[in-house]
């Protein structure tokens, strides 16, 4: 089906995509001959990390009054997670946990101007950061709520306060609107689409730009805070493995976690917010934890959607069917994931969800030489399922860059395969992606390209079309529509 049939507004660092038929071509059109638009060399200013001291990164309440309020979708119009944290976080040593149990969970609602009469009360966590070694400072989390709203009306402005009236601590009224039914005409309007976010001065206008624009629904492709580029002292730095070659675990700064949900508290209260896991959630920490920020601090329609896990999951907006996969969790055919994700793909009525956009971190289709050909095998394993289901769009960040495919399937041009969109440049510090794998000298040396965390080495070299018995191509490929070095943000 073509893109003009529904407007997916796809905020891209300070440009706004309005796939519209008006303005765009449909993909039906092309597929479209390679461009690549040139840095301008101008923007490759260094993007600064909003510091520890920002008055918007400080916490403004007092005792067990709600902070860090978000919003997440369930799987249908009809719920929506709210999520806050109440008590303040500790760091260093001897740290002492706080009793979830001590406050509780509550969320008061209603349609907006008529009285709030419903209640949902939900359950309450805290988590650890340990680092067992000397010198390390240790955090633990202020109290982590997630409640579930139900039997929501479609497309209806809903308001609402959270926290525990026990303690006299609710918040102040905050609204919503829930997501339109789902139905082949029957779409939210603006769904902001942002990766490797972070929390810089640059961030700063990412955010802004999302918020001037309205967006119903903000799907976040990974790597969130960034709180892995500082020490457990608060010391930061653009390059982590430059500035600390020698650290003994690689360590985080988990505060920068509640800076970011204080930051982002103005839209999210209000905007639902989607996330899927990058590889700097995966926060390594004693007993060989991972994601424990990630999976703690966020609510997902992991169970109502049949997923075991938070790291993957699926929901609807309108006649939309989000696929959230893990790239960092096994995703191999006799594992959990593909499991879920047969199953999930199987129970999809096109008829109800006419798109099916997929979402995932690291792009299967990138030729920048930055994490060239790093999730190969992921792409082999999964590609066929996505293919024979007809996965309309895929969107991933990791690659610092802007990056468009044609529809293409297993390095091939196919009109039945997904349109592949790379935004992986929201603001964060790390540098920019700005050569290409296939200009002279840029093509990586084919071991180096896998990523230790996802394993395996299946990225062979081409044995067909035009790169047949290389492992990269001489010229921009053909499966490449449009790739561009983003204009807002990112370190150099
Ligand atoms: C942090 O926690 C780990 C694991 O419990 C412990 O071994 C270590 O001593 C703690 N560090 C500090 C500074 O308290
Ligand atoms: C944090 O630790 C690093 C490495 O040991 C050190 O260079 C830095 O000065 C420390 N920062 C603070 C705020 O203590
Ligand atoms: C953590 O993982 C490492 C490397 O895989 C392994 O050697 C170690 O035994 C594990 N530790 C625990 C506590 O599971
Ligand atoms: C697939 O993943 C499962 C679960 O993680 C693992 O036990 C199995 O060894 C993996 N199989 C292959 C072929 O990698
Ligand atoms: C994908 O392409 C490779 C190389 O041309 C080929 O070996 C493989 O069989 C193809 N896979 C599928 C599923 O068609
Ligand atoms: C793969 O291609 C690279 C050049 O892109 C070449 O150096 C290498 O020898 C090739 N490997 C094989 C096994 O053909
Ligand atoms: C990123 O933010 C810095 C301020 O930290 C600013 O100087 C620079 O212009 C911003 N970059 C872009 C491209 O907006
Ligand atoms: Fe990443
Ligand atoms: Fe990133």
């Known amino acids: 089906m073509g893109l003009n049939s529904v407007r997916l507004n ?30 301008d060399q101008s923007f490759r200013g260094n993007a600064v990390d909003l510091p520890n001291t920002d008055p918007l990164l400080q916490r403004k309440v007092e005792g067990f009054y709600p902070e860090q309020i978000s919003l997440s979708l369930s ?34 609602y209603g349609e907006f101007q008529k009285l709030i009469t419903e209640e949902a009360w939900g359950y309450s966590l805290v988590y650890s950061q340990l680092y067992p070694f000397e010198g390390l400072q240790n955090y633990t989390s202020g109290i982590i709520h997630h409640v579930r709203l139900t039997g929501l009306k479609p497309n209806t402005l809903y308001q609402y306060q959270c926290g525990d009236p026990y303690l006299a601590a609710m918040s102040g009224v905050h609204y919503f609107r829930t ?18 976010l972070g929390l810089t001065y640059n961030t700063t206008s990412t955010v802004n730009h999302m918020t001037s624009n309205h967006p119903d629904l903000i799907v976040l492709v990974g790597d969130v805070s960034y709180a892995d580029m500082y020490l457990t002292n608060g010391t930061g730095s653009d390059c982590y493995k430059c500035s600390f070659p020698d650290t003994p675990i690689h360590e985080t700064y988990q505060p920068r976690w509640d800076y970011w949900g204080r930051y982002m508290q103005p839209l999210i209260s209000s905007v639902p917010k989607m996330v899927i896991e990058g590889d700097h959630e995966i926060e390594l920490q004693a007993e060989n934890m991972t994601f424990v920020a990630y999976s703690s601090r966020f609510a997902f329609p992991s169970e109502e959607s049949g997923s075991s896990s938070t790291l993957y ?25 593909y499991k879920w ?36 095998c992921m792409r082999v394993e999964m590609e066929d399922l996505l293919y024979n289901y007809g996965v309309d769009m895929v969107f991933n960040g990791h690659v610092d860059a802007y990056e468009r495919s044609n529809r293409v399937y297993n390095y091939t041009l196919d009109p039945c395969g997904p349109v592949y969109i790379t935004i992986g440049d929201g603001g964060n510090t790390e540098t920019m992606a700005i ?57 150099a």
């Open 313 to 337: 999951y699926s929901f609807n907006a309108g006649g939309i069917h989000f696929i959230m996969l893990g790239a960092y969790i096994s995703y191999n055919k006799s594992g959990d994931q």
């Open 179 to 196: 997501m339109p039914v789902s139905g082949p005409k029957s779409y939210p309007s603006r769904i902001a689409v942002v990766g490797d």
């Open 341 to 376: 994700l047969e199953r999930d793909l199987a129970s999809v009525d096109r008829a109800v969800t006419p798109w099916l956009v997929a979402t995932w971190h690291p792009p299967w289709y990138s030729t920048y030489t930055a994490h060239y050909r790093e999730a190969e």
């Open 435 to 491: 050569t290409h794998a296939d200009e002279p000298g840029n093509c990586p040396e084919p071991s180096t390209t896998p990523d230790d965390f996802m394993g395996g080495f299946c990225a062979f070299n081409f044995t067909s079309g035009p790169a047949a018995g290389r492992f990269c191509w001489d010229r921009q490929p053909d499966y490449s529509a449009l790739r561009e070095t983003p204009k807002v943000s990112s370190g």
């Open 10 to 39: 796809i905020i891209i660092l300070s440009l706004l995509f309005y796939v519209s038929s008006a303005e765009i071509p449909t993909t039906l059109d092309g597929p479209f001959k390679p461009v690549t638009i040139p840095l």
């Open 75 to 108: 799987t249908n119009y009809d719920s929506v997670w709210v999520s806050w944290i109440t008590g303040e976080f500790q760091i260093g040593e001897n740290i002492d946990p706080l009793d979830p149990d001590t406050v509780g969970s509550l969320v008061q």
